[in-house]
């Protein structure tokens, strides 16, 4: 039984036989959202992706009375992963089904959730999967892509360090691609075979930041009702992708060197340590300089973590990549839409490519979807890509934003963030902070206006 009907403003589906569970979601979700599809019977699945593939889906395993063993789930986990443009799935499993998640995540799971759920961290799942999608086929060769001498440096660098065990800082701006880089260097390793496992670091409350990356066991706390294990031996054999490491509290860095330092977690509960076999590669958006300011980050942690060091050039320094991307990410979308391919116009294909694109590629592949979806001349025009100030280098304008005779709601919005982000240094979790918003929701805007 489908719930609510999937089309293309449904960006998550639930896929749950319990409908008081599946309720329970839908209402949490839809409210930050929007649509929510929820779907009882797996049998109907490939129906349901026929009409539209959503962004998230939230998979329950069991769903015949008395199973146990998830191979209701894991069939429906394949059919999601065989799709040409795969959603970011969710795991929602029993406290004692830790075993399956693992499993779940090794054949490309994204995340998991445990049952009975904690509210924000169901909510911080989602936001983080619908932020970070990135269909790896499509979106991640392209966002790695280009002819420029910076991306084969890049590419060569992966190629070269991939093979090895060490450990690998990526640096860059938002939206240049940091996770695409740690998931070739995990496809390229020897743990390939292995999970990939990506944590936002920064999303991650203090509160329950041992219980998530290192486990606990049951009782340990009021609401452990079960041995639970966290990221570092979900991971195990594989790669653990810390995101967002610059916004880590000092006190949590700490909690982290430790573990990295001994490569044992011991779980809130246990009485012993536990050993860990998992490859680190961690992400940061922070300037360099600021990496190195003791009030920040650990110097400690900061030599665990930079063995080999990648930085990501942002677009504006590789404006020669731009055509190759326009191209890609516009066919991509014309096939998405079921629309003609249409060339762009050469005045504006000239001023795509000496817009700064302060958003990169994310605000690249942005301008590309809006073109297709709202163009209706027989070519691609400057117009249809909706950039403010293209062509021209971006100048943030300093907080408070004044108001204007011709401002709109919408670039006024535009403005502070793009200001707030400029005073913050490219620091999400700080312009968020700056803008009373969550981090998730920073993320939205970010995609909104192509920033």
Known sequence: MLDSVLHSAARILILDDDADVACAARMLLRRRHGEVAVLHDPGQLEGVLARGVPDVVLLDFNFTPGRTDGAEGLAALDVLRRQPHPPAVIALTAYADVPLAVEALKRGAADFITKPWDNARLVAAVDAALARRRPVAEHGASALMGDSAPMQAVRAMIAGVAPTEANVMVLGEN????????????????????????????????????????GHRKGSFTDAKADRAGRFQAARSGTLFLDEIGNMPLAAQAKLLTALERREVTPIGADRPESVDVRIVSATNLDEARLFDAAVFRADLLFRLNTIVIRVPPLRERPGDVPLLLRHYLALYEKQYGRPARAVAPAALEALCAHP????????????????????????????????????????????????????????????IAAALAQAQGNISHAARMLGVSRAALYRKLDKHGI
């Not at 297709?372 to 403010?388: N, Q, S, T």
């Open 357 to 416: 694109w302060p958003g990169n590629v994310r605000a690249l592949r942005h301008a590309c979807e809006r073109a297709v979806i709202l163009g209706a001349r027989a070519d691609y025009g400057i117009e249809d890509f909706g950039l403010a100030s293209i062509g021209a280098p971006a100048a943030a304008p300093a907080l408070p934003v004044q108001l204007r005779e011709e401002a709109t709601l919408s670039s006024l919005e535009r403005d502070a």
């Open 175 to 214: 939206g240049v691609g940091k996770e695409l880089v740690a998931r070739a260097l995990h496809a390229q390793s020897r743990r390939a075979g292995g999970t990939f496992l990506s944590v936002d670091m920064g999303a991650l409350p203090e509160s329950t930041f041992e219980s998530e990356l290192f």
